[in-house]
């Protein structure tokens, strides 16, 4: 638990009421940009609430008041001082716990929140049978029809189980809180307070939820919630090889049932893997789940969290140790020293003795420093994932929502439909603001243009974006480059941009359940995690070229795969010349224009099945780029039944690229040459070899052994006694199961 912070005496107004209560106490606690302060006793004029809220750091600050018992009037003046300044200082302010004293006080003074939102508060009871006073918390996500109804239901008083009932005028009370939308808290808010400080949040935000990335040949895996007895161990441990990186720093509660369940993971996965590790991990799971009989002989700690306490600022949080670099320490039962962040002064750790001899236990991890570093960055591509599904609870008033044009960028490609709409709402809106009007103030004075006045099909000029919207020939996509120093780099880039948003249209519009269930994997974890590094610092080289690779990448692919349906070049072109400091800029814009029947053929095109031996594959995807940028052609698995590809080793989601040394240039090729090079084998028996990309950078070769075939052993993929199948006995025909659709002839383009 969280030590009190020492504050110096409060100085008691002379005459106000509020001198006679309890003295105020601060508690401090942070973790991973999340701060939350507790208050406890009278807030009074002694709170020196600016200073206080000028001292605010991260990205969200929950305020606990469930302890407020009196606000002097001086002290209602400090208080509005205190959350204007901290609203400045953090993006996201929450009030949690409120005390009824706390909620008159929202009631009767404006700003009294601060921008903040309130989550939880306490409502009062009274029961006359025991003549006491009772609070029930309430949550404005799963009460929000309870609070809306401004009727609280008699309930049963603790003390002597009589009916108590709501002690308040419901209209008065809840007329603060009432004028707020219902919201959720998001997940990392909800972890932090559940498992930091053990805070009852809903049943809903403690339920497990696995975030997995997957770099090459290692697996991240992020677990947040409660470790319970439906604990998915199988399904967690399915798949993994290579190098696993369970990150625990979310898990809050752990029941007996689901650490024996933990454990069955750890016996599973232990002879798949490579190595297994355990990142940030908590003091909670340190003590119950990491001695050497629980790690196994691969599991290794590589980071953990110690709880310390900060004499000068009072501030307890938890630390991020790195096991490798203190493990000289952590083997004598020791804690490294540490300063606090805040204040720089020296931290006191406050971990528990079980806790401390747990350190000395653990084995020095094997994993290098790049290792090490590279779980921050997996952590950060899982959360985009995990902001992205909780954008829906943040606080309107202190969330900036992307502009329109950023929208078909930043979310999830089946969420792209929106952008289409935002799009042409963009229109609109440039119709109305003008033609002229320079990208952006600081890229100069414009000296140059194509053409006199920007085309009319310009709709966002914001750098390094693009937008689709519908038009009554069928579809428009524009592409805006970055401010560039050459003009013809800024056309290529705009172009790229405007056919990598064609993709993204065409796969919106693509309903084919098995396509997505297959696809869509395999780019959209990329693509949404390069645009997000690129959002959060354009001016980074390495997030701006990974960009740029890609959108060229998925450029070509489109006009390869598609079949003469998306013109080669853009439509359309326009670029401005800028003049600033750093000499000229070039600005540039392209349009791809598609007609109806097109965009049409394009849906169709990418979801046509081609058949053979056992597997089901359709045309290599342009969005594929984001993930295999060098990837020129081949055919992506969908589904696999058993047959000699499943055989082989190769899973759904691979991408085909050569059988028996003969490249795939697209599903049809796939379906000819597969069935032609096993048809070749079956004489005298042979391997057939496959080149296929994986999960893996680069491509791995698979083999299936064809054994000679006889009347008595009719191969996959071909009928017994030649292509009729005329059989000894009317032999079953094997090429049925494998090769295509029953009774279709063996040449059928069906198959």
Request: proline letters at 7%; glycine letters at 8%; one cysteine or more.
């Amino acid at each position: 638990m969280a030590v009190p912070t020492p504050t110096p005496p409060p100085i008691q107004p002379p005459h106000d009421a509020a001198a006679d209560g309890p003295k105020l106490k601060i508690e401090k606690f942070a973790d991973a940009g999340i701060a939350c302060l507790k208050f406890s006793g009278t807030i009074d004029e002694a709170f020196e609430g600016k200073k206080l809220g000028q001292t605010a750091t991260g990205d969200v600050l929950v305020i606990d008041l469930g302890n407020v018992k009196k606000i002097s009037s001086f002290g209602i003046r400090e208080w509005v001082d205190f959350v204007g300044a901290a609203a400045k200082q953090v993006k996201q302010l929450y009030l949690i716990e409120c005390s009824p004293k706390v909620i008159d006080q929202l009631n009767m003074v404006a700003n009294f929140a601060g921008g903040g939102r309130v989550y939880s508060f306490y409502a009062p009871f009274r029961c006359d049978y025991c003549d006491s006073e009772q609070r029930v918390l309430l949550q404005v996500d799963k009460d929000h029809e309870t609070i809306k109804s401004m009727k609280l239901a008699e309930r049963p008083c603790p003390s002597c189980k009589e009916g108590m009932y709501f002690d308040e005028d419901g209209a008065t009370f809840f007329s603060y809180v009432i004028g707020q939308d219902k919201f959720e808290l998001p997940t990392e808010v909800a972890a932090f307070l559940a498992t930091k400080l053990n805070y009852a949040v809903s049943d809903l935000n403690r339920k497990l939820r696995v975030d997995k990335v997957i770099d090459g040949t290692t697996t991240y895996v992020k677990l947040s919630g409660d470790l319970e007895r439906g604990f998915p161990r199988d399904k967690l441990a399915e798949g993994l090889e290579g190098t696993a990186i369970v990150d625990l720093g979310s898990v809050g509660r752990i029941e007996p049932a689901g650490a024996a369940e933990w454990r069955g993971f750890v016996k599973i996965a232990t002879p798949l893997v490579d190595r297994l590790y355990l990142a940030n991990v908590p003091p909670a799971v340190l003590e119950k789940l990491c001695s050497k009989d629980d790690l196994g002989p691969k599991a290794q700690v590589v980071t953990l969290t110690l709880p310390y306490a900060c004499a000068g600022c009072g501030t307890t949080s938890g630390q991020l140790i790195d096991v490798g670099e203190h493990h000289g320490l952590l083997k004598f039962a020791t804690a490294p020293e540490l300063r606090c962040t805040a204040c720089k002064a020296a931290m006191t750790c406050e971990a528990s003795e079980a806790l401390m001899a747990a350190l000395a236990g653990l084995p020095k991890p094997t994993a290098d420093a790049e290792l090490v570093k590279s779980i921050g960055m997996l952590r950060e591509r899982a959360l985009v994932t995990t902001k992205r599904l909780d954008k829906r609870t943040l606080p309107p008033q202190v969330t900036t929502p992307p502009p329109p044009q950023r929208s078909s960028l930043v979310v999830p490609v089946l969420a792209a439909l929106l952008a289409l709409v935002l799009a042409a709402a963009g229109f609109l809106a440039y119709q109305r603001f003008g033609k002229d009007k320079p990208a952006e103030t600081k890229a100069g004075a414009i000296t140059d243009r194509s053409a006199a006045a920007r085309p009319a099909w310009i709709t966002a000029d914001a750098p390094a974006t693009a937008t689709c919207s519908d038009t009554a020939q069928g579809l428009s996509c524009v592409g805006v480059s970055s401010l560039v120093a050459r003009q013809d780099d800024a056309e290529d880039e705009a172009a790229d941009a405007a056919y990598d948003a064609v993709a993204n249209a065409i796969a919106v519009r693509i309903a084919d359940t098995e396509w997505k269930r297959a696809v869509l994997p395999i780019y959209a974890a990329a693509r949404d995690a390069k645009l997000a590094a690129f959002d959060r610092d354009p001016a980074s080289t390495t997030a701006r070229r990974d960009v740029r690779e890609a959108r060229k990448a998925v450029a070509q692919l489109l006009r390869t795969t598609a079949a003469g349906a998306v013109p080669a070049v853009p439509t359309g072109r326009y670029w401005e010349e800028y003049a600033n400091a750093d000499g000229k800029r070039y600005l540039a814009f392209a349009q791809v224009t598609l007609g109806r029947t097109d965009v049409d053929h394009l849906v169709s095109h990418y979801i046509a099945p081609a058949r053979a031996l056992g597997a089901t594959a359709v045309e290599l995807f342009p969005l594929v780029g984001w993930r295999h940028p060098k990837l020129e052609r081949g055919a992506i698995v969908t589904v696999l039944q058993d047959g000699p590809l499943q055989s082989a080793g190769i899973t759904e989601q691979s991408i085909l690229l050569a059988v028996g040394g003969r490249d795939i240039a697209d599903a049809p090729s796939f379906q000819r040459f597969a069935r032609d090079e096993h048809d070749s084998l079956l004489d005298k028996g042979g391997v057939l070899r496959l080149k296929v990309q994986t999960t893996d950078p680069a491509p791995r070769e698979f083999t299936y052994t064809v054994k000679p075939q006889t009347p008595e052993t009719p191969q996959h993929g071909k009928k017994p006694h030649g292509r009729d199948g005329a059989g000894p006995s009317g032999g079953v025909n094997i090429w049925d199961r494998y090769g295509g659709n029953k009774g279709a002839g063996r040449d059928d383009p069906t198959q």
